[in-house]
C-alpha cells in the first residue's frame, strides 16, 4: 500500500470529522434561539348580523310608548334571508337627485310613499395597501326607490350619508344591520370574501350579510 496515500487520507477523515460537529453545533445554535414561525395573515372585519338581546331595554320602550316608533319593514339580505322588524330612527324622507331623459331633477321622497328600496350596486373604494394585500370598503353606489304607484327614481352617486347602516327592532330584540362591507384583495386579484374578482370600481355582486333591500310593509 502506498503511505502517501494513508497520510493524504487522515487530513480528508480529520476535516469531515470537523466539518460535521460544526454542523451539529450550528443547528443546535438555531434551535436555541426559537426563530418565530411567519404568522397567519389577519382576516379583514366585514359587517356581522349583531343581534343585541338587551330584552330589558327594549321592554321598557316599548311598554312605555306603547309601541315602537319608525316604520315597519322587511329587510333583504343577499344571501336571500328576510329580517321583519321597526326601522328605528327612520328617515322621515328621502332627498336626492335623479335624472330622467337625461334632465336633472331634485327628489324628495316620504318615506309613506316609498314601497322599496333596492341597492343595485357598490363601489369600492381602496385603502392603503399593507403586506396581507390591499383592503377595500364597498359602499351602496346605486339604488331604486319604487313608490306605491308604480313610479322608479334612480339614485346614482355617494350614498353612504342615507345607507351605511340601520337599526331594526323586532320580539328577538335589536338588530344592527349594514348595507356596506370591508374586504380585502389579494394580489392575484382575488377576494377574501370570495366574491368574484371584478374589473374596476363598480361590483354588482355582495356579501351575504349586507342588506340589498328594504320593503315597506302596511
Known amino acids: 500500500m502506498d503511505r ?3 497520510k493524504n487520507g487522515k487530513p480528508e477523515r480529520r476535516g469531515s470529522h470537523r466539518l460535521l460537529l460544526f454542523s451539529i453545533f450550528l443547528a443546535g445554535s438555531l434551535f436555541a434561539q426559537k426563530i418565530p414561525l411567519p ?3 389577519v382576516s379583514p372585519t366585514e359587517p356581522v348580523f349583531d343581534v343585541r338581546g338587551e330584552s330589558n331595554k327594549v321592554g321598557a320602550s316599548v311598554g ?3 309601541a315602537s316608533e ?4 322587511r329587510g333583504f339580505f343577499c344571501d336571500g334571508r328576510t329580517i321583519v322588524g321597526t326601522w328605528k330612527s327612520a328617515p322621515k324622507e328621502f332627498s336626492f337627485k335623479h335624472k330622467r ?5 331634485s327628489k324628495i321622497l316620504k318615506y309613506e310613499d316609498v314601497s322599496r328600496i333596492l341597492i343595485k350596486s357598490w363601489k369600492l373604494n381602496q385603502g392603503k395597501p399593507n403586506p396581507q394585500g390591499t383592503p377595500f370598503r364597498a359602499e351602496p353606489w346605486e339604488v331604486h326607490y319604487k313608490t306605491k304607484n308604480n313610479e322608479t327614481f334612480e339614485r346614482i352617486g355617494d350614498l353612504k350619508k342615507d345607507f ?10 335589536e338588530a344592527s344591520l349594514y348595507f356596506y362591507w370591508m374586504d ?3 394580489e392575484d386579484k382575488s377576494w377574501y370574501s370570495k366574491l368574484p374578482k371584478v374589473e ?3 361590483r354588482k355582486e355582495c356579501f351575504p350579510d349586507v342588506l340589498v333591500g328594504l320593503e315597506f310593509l302596511p
Open 4 to 6: 502517501s496515500s494513508v
Open 39 to 41: 404568522k397567519e395573515p
Open 64 to 66: 312605555q310608548s306603547g
Open 70 to 73: 319608525g316604520p315597519k319593514i
Open 101 to 105: 331623459e337625461n334632465v336633472l331633477y
Open 164 to 173: 351605511s347602516e340601520i337599526k331594526i327592532e323586532n320580539e328577538l330584540g
Open 184 to 186: 380585502l384583495q389579494y
Open 200 to 202: 374596476g370600481e363598480i
